[in-house]
């Protein structure tokens, strides 16, 4: 079965420093998400991003946040200059097409999560 | 603003019970609403979405209530199993771009 795929599994950094985290939706999706979770603490919506713009974004998707979908296949997420209240795990996440039958449209599948850590 | 509340307490059952897990609402009126499960370190899995027109729906041993007049939602998993032991997260939503997660309740099931 199709899976979300994201890279790396772990990032290290020094704060300051610029990160780029890296997805792999699958193929047929259309809608796609990036979701942080605080050690401990619940997922957070970031930004969706559907037909290459965002669709929405959270209070804490600012201006060091940025999205893009550079080819047919990736999805990544740049954090400008990282924070430390940064270190967290990162989900992407994406929808599938409206089809019939299987499971629901709103359904969100994700990927396994790259863990920041910002020291 | 909208706000969705799980019980933080972890809940313990046994072996072979039946385990609800609550999902209250407030300041927001989804079209549905869904549940996820969380293993540690790993991303949310779907388990079952339920609609606003809909009052259960049922998926194998797991069953959901959605009440709109109370703004609330119940979880069960019936027949619990050690392998059921997770974090069940509901997130209503109503449209697709942006999902709100509950913080979770931790599920311990003892054998």
């Known amino acids: 079965e199709p899976e979300v795929t994201q890279t790396p599994s772990h990032q290290v950094t020094q704060m300051g420093q610029e990160v780029i985290l890296r997805c792999v939706p699958i193929s047929n999706h259309l809608y796609f998400y990036w979701y942080r979770q605080i050690l401990g603490q619940k997922v957070e919506f970031l930004v969706s991003?559907?037909?290459?713009?965002?669709?929405?974004k959270s209070e804490i998707f600012d201006d060091q946040f940025s999205v893009e979908r550079p080819d047919g296949s990736n999805f990544t997420l740049k954090i400008r200059s990282t924070k430390l209240e940064d270190s967290a795990m990162y989900f992407c996440?994406?929808?599938?097409?409206?089809?019939?039958?299987?499971?629901?449209?709103?359904?969100?599948?994700f990927g396994p999560g790259t863990r920041l850590l910002v020291l | 603003s909208q706000k969705i509340e799980q019980n933080s307490e972890a809940l313990n059952i046994q072996e072979g019970k039946t385990a609800t897990l609550t999902c209250n609402y407030t300041?927001?009126?989804?079209?549905?609403l869904q549940w996820y499960r969380q293993d540690p370190g790993r991303g949310p899995v779907f388990l079952l979405l339920i609609r606003e027109n809909e009052k259960e729906k049922r998926k194998e041993r797991l069953k959901v209530t959605f009440d709109t007049t109370l703004k609330q939602s119940l979880f069960h998993i019936t027949a619990s199993q050690p392998a059921d032991s997770a974090t069940y997260l509901c997130?209503?939503?109503?449209?697709?771009?942006?999902?709100?997660f509950g913080s979770g309740t931790k599920l311990n099931v003892k054998p």
């Open positions: 997130a209503p939503g109503h449209n697709f771009n942006k999902f709100y």
């Open positions: 991003f559907y037909n290459n713009e965002i669709s929405e």
């Open positions: 300041n927001y009126s989804p079209a549905y």
């Open positions: 996440a994406s929808t599938r097409p409206p089809t019939s039958g299987g499971a629901p449209q709103e359904t969100q599948y």
